[in-house]
């Protein structure tokens, strides 16, 4: 049952670190595209000019929305990564009084700390649901393309529910004295 739990758990955390991935390489591509698309277009206006031999000739291609789209993807990503970076605690710390403690104050500690975060979390999440009812309330879009804005914001609640999901799990398992962490071993405290 334990087992069965924790590789689901496993493939929600993969599926968490895949949607960020995935979004990433959306923005990449979004201004990867877009700025190629501008320097070849400003370059076709040159060659135009020369040929011409006029000099007001200006031709800028861009994708509609790219800044826009590449922001929303990107606040999507921070998100659903921040969700797998809380459960399995990848993140950057600083852990010096950590390891000058023993076993039970360094539980003492990640469950502090793993509680503080699950607190905050869940405002996060609340305050998002609100950002998310509210956008569609007011029907707000982008400038040119008039996408609305919610079903970004929704995504990006998703990953901070997400999130929040995750580090009950950990901080349930830190608890129970269940090591949670790859690079800390947590010992059993009797």
């Known amino acids: ?6 590789s689901a758990i496993e493939r929600l955390i993969a599926y968490t670190e895949t949607a960020a991935g995935i ?5 990449t591509l979004l201004v990867f595209v877009n700025v190629m698309l501008r320097g070849a277009s400003s370059g076709l206006g040159d060659f135009l000019n020369w040929i011409t031999g006029r000099t007001d000739m200006k031709f800028v291609l861009t994708i509609p929305e790219w800044y826009h789209l590449s922001c929303l993807a990107l606040g999507v990503c921070i998100f659903w ?3 797998a970076t809380s459960y399995r605690n990848d993140h950057i710390k600083v852990d010096i009084l950590w390891d000058w403690v023993g076993p039970a104050n360094k539980r003492l500690i990640d469950l502090i700390a793993t509680t503080s975060l699950f607190v905050f979390l869940l405002v996060f999440s609340w ?6 009812m509210s956008g569609y309330g007011s029907g707000e879009a982008t400038y040119d393309l008039r996408l609305k804005l919610w079903p970004f914001h ?4 998703l990953g901070v529910v997400f999130a929040t999901l995750l580090v009950a799990v950990r901080l349930s398992r830190i608890a129970r004295g269940v090591n949670v962490e790859r690079e800390h071993k ?3 405290i009797e």
């Open 186 to 188: 947590l010992e059993h």
């Open 154 to 157: 929704f995504v990006m609640a």
């Open 1 to 6: 049952m334990a087992s069965r739990r924790n």
């Open 81 to 83: 990564g921040f969700a």
């Open 127 to 132: 305050m998002l649901g609100v950002k998310v």
């Open 23 to 27: 979004f990433l390489a959306a923005v």
